[in-house]
């Protein structure tokens, strides 16, 4: 493969909405794909897609739909959803075939490797400040895209390509060599901003000023790199610097998915955030107050949907 031409991604949502335009205009013609089964199709053309206000339609297949596999396949699901999502697109995978996740928190990769091996490169997106309502998703910063080999130092050919291709999409990114560094610094980020700002009921304002919130905010934070450091992993208060940096030019009025998931009564992934701290935090007998706290919160309002 000389050039990523075929792209198939699976999900729909925030993430899945946000980049699909820029996704299909790198593609070959009719080479982009959507997986849905049946009622999400059918949810789709009638309720429609909508990218700030502009009308999305895409070539969409079932799961058994036949298809040649994908030169590059997506997964944009929220982590609940990753299961049967791994199922779903397993006629788009080949010999050739890389895989991007564009899920939150440290584990989607491991997963996805479990079942396709070594396809899967790092990734993590982050700068966005997109808000979801229903089929319609707002937002006015698109963010980046870092890339890399999950268990490599080296600039691969396959990287490379990956890099062509969301060259041609028109979408910001960055090839690193110390990728499962940076997906933990994506992971503290989350774990700070996503949780605080849904227990606090606010927005990302509520986090970029000084106060309480912040205050929480960078605790919750503080517990991952101590994690980080007991699991191998380079993080240290220069990262939590750079992390802060990014949320700075965020829209103040916008809010992250959890906050968005449990404003529309919808399961969060406090699991995959809160959850990871608390038990990695009982692995290495390292206590998480912060997240154990956050984690309760959290749960306890979803008891209510």
């Not at 820029?22 to 990218?51: H, T």
Request: net charge neutral; charged share 25%; glycine share 8%.
């Amino acid at each position: 493969m000389n050039q990523i031409k075929t792209v198939s991604l699976i999900g729909l949502g925030a993430l899945g909405l946000l980049f699909s335009e820029s996704f299909a205009s790198a593609a070959s013609p009719g080479g982009f794909r959507v997986i849905a089964d049946m009622s999400r199709q059918a949810r789709y053309y009638k309720e429609g897609l909508y990218n700030n206000d502009k009308v999305l339609s895409f070539k969409m297949f079932r799961p058994d739909e036949a298809c040649d596999p994908a030169d590059l396949l997506i997964f944009a699901v929220k982590y609940g959803q990753l299961p049967q999502a791994i199922s779903d697109a397993a006629l788009h995978v080949g010999d050739q075939t890389v895989i991007l996740s564009l899920l939150n928190g440290i584990s989607s990769e491991d997963d996805i490797r479990a079942v396709y091996g070594d396809k899967v490169l790092g990734c993590t997106v982050q700068g966005m400040d997109a808000t979801k309502e229903g089929n319609r998703l707002y937002w006015k910063n698109m963010g980046n895209f870092t890339v890399g080999e999950l268990y490599s130092d080296q600039i691969t050919p396959r990287l490379l390509l990956v890099a062509d291709y969301l060259t041609r999409a028109k979408l910001s990114h960055t090839l690193v060599t110390d990728m499962r560094d940076r997906m933990w610094g994506k992971f503290m980020l989350n774990v700070g901003v996503n949780q605080v700002v849904s227990v606090c009921e606010g927005n990302y304002g509520s986090i970029q000023r000084e106060g309480p919130e912040r205050e929480r905010m960078i605790a919750a934070m503080r517990e991952v790199i101590a994690l980080a450091k007991a699991e191998g992993v380079k993080l240290d208060n220069n990262d939590l610097l750079h992390w802060l940096n990014v949320i700075k030019p965020l829209a103040a009025e916008g809010m992250p998915s959890m906050r968005q998931d449990l404003l529309q009564g919808r399961k969060t992934e406090v699991d995959l955030f809160a959850g990871t701290v608390v038990k990695l935090g009982k692995k290495h007998g390292i206590a998480t107050p912060v997240n154990q706290a956050l984690l309760e919160e959290i749960l306890d309002r979803e008891k209510n949907f």
